[in-house]
């Protein structure tokens, strides 16, 4: 999964849950305009973010890999 693609996955369970970026954005202790610039897939989250980011919407790590050959987080 390429982070453009996690940043859209995100987005997805943010809205689907009803949850505001500035909430997120206190939790991972950055600004509302770098989450924004993370979930937009304008930025690529820190590996801490990236964490707190998969713990927050309990998403499992294994989406991140995958098969085809992309460019991937951290490449």
Do not use: W
């Not at 801490?48 to 987080?73: C, M």
């Amino acid at each position: 999964m390429t982070y453009q693609e996690f940043a859209k996955l995100i987005k997805e369970k943010r809205l689907e849950s009803n949850i505001l970026q500035k909430d997120i954005a206190s939790y991972l202790c950055v600004s509302i305009s770098k989450y924004s610039k993370i979930e937009n897939g304008q930025l690529e989250p820190k590996i801490i973010e990236l964490s707190l980011i998969l713990k927050y919407f309990q998403i499992d790590p294994n989406v991140l890999i995958e098969e085809k050959p992309k460019k991937h987080f951290f490449d």
